[in-house]
């Protein structure tokens, strides 16, 4: 069984089981699509990445915190969109240089090392130290701005995914009179 990498973060708000349900009765595409965008409004606008980009150390480079984005997902198959907030890091082999990808060490930050060693040519063990968990600041970056920010993101979700879901709806009674009018 494939282990879970990263934070898993749950919360039970009133009223998005309704929301949920009433998202599955429309086109599955369209769903997904408002679904993606509603979560990332919520995201965005709860002040989530902010938190994140002032609990992120600059560090040397200021790499990590210029790597922080929101990014969506959709799911057509399922009609499901999701929004992750968090660092980006990687680019494939054929992509242009871009300095904004540059979060490899984004679990490094948040989780901590224990103490590493390395072999010397003479065979000696040497240290090269340990990170503690949170870098500098000493507290985890996505857990601190989520902790900050998880009763406004709350309060947003509900808000946000009920737009999302009536411009849904208005985007399909437009789609329904387009094809009722060729």
Same mark, same amino acid.
Do not use: C
């Given at each position: 069984?494939?282990?879970?990498?990263? +934070? $898993?973060? =749950?919360?039970?708000?009133?009223?998005?089981?309704?929301?949920? /349900? #009433?998202?599955?009765?429309?086109?599955?595409?369209?769903?997904? &699509? %408002?679904? #993606?965008?509603?979560?990332?409004? /919520?995201?965005?606008? @709860?002040?989530?990445? /902010?938190?994140?980009?002032?609990? =992120?150390?600059?560090?040397?480079?200021?790499?990590?915190?210029?790597? +922080?984005?929101?990014?969506?997902?959709?799911?057509?198959?399922?009609?499901?969109?999701?929004?992750?907030?968090?660092?980006?890091?990687?680019?494939?082999?054929?992509?242009?240089?871009?300095?904004?990808?540059?979060?490899? %060490?984004?679990?490094?930050?948040?989780? @901590?090392?224990?103490?590493?060693?390395?072999?010397?040519?003479?065979? $000696?063990?040497?240290?090269?130290?340990?990170?503690?968990?949170?870098?500098?600041?000493?507290?985890?970056?996505?857990?601190?701005?989520?902790?900050?920010?998880?009763?406004?993101?709350?309060?947003?979700?509900?808000?946000?995914?009920? &737009?999302?879901?009536?411009?849904?709806?208005?985007?399909?009674?437009?789609?329904?009179?387009?094809?009722?009018?060729?």
């Amino acid at each position: 069984m494939a282990e879970t990498v990263g +934070i $898993r973060i =749950t919360m039970n708000v009133p009223g998005l089981e309704r929301l949920r /349900a #009433a998202f599955e009765g429309l086109p599955k595409t369209l769903a997904a &699509k %408002h679904m #993606a965008a509603g979560l990332k409004r /919520a995201a965005e606008q @709860g002040g989530t990445l /902010a938190a994140l980009k002032a609990n =992120t150390p600059k560090g040397e480079t200021g790499n990590l915190r210029r790597s +922080i984005a929101v990014k969506t997902k959709k799911y057509p198959r399922t009609g499901v969109g999701i929004a992750i907030l968090g660092y980006k890091s990687g680019r494939k082999m054929n992509e242009p240089y871009d300095n904004t990808k540059l979060g490899y %060490h984004q679990g490094l930050v948040e989780f @901590g090392t224990k103490e590493r060693f390395r072999k010397t040519k003479d065979g $000696r063990l040497v240290s090269t130290g340990k990170m503690p968990v949170g870098g500098r600041f000493g507290r985890p970056p996505v857990r601190s701005a989520w902790e900050q920010t998880r009763s406004n993101v709350e309060g947003m979700l509900v808000a946000e995914m009920e &737009k999302a879901f009536n411009a849904a709806v208005k985007e399909l009674a437009f789609q329904t009179i387009a094809k009722g009018s060729l």
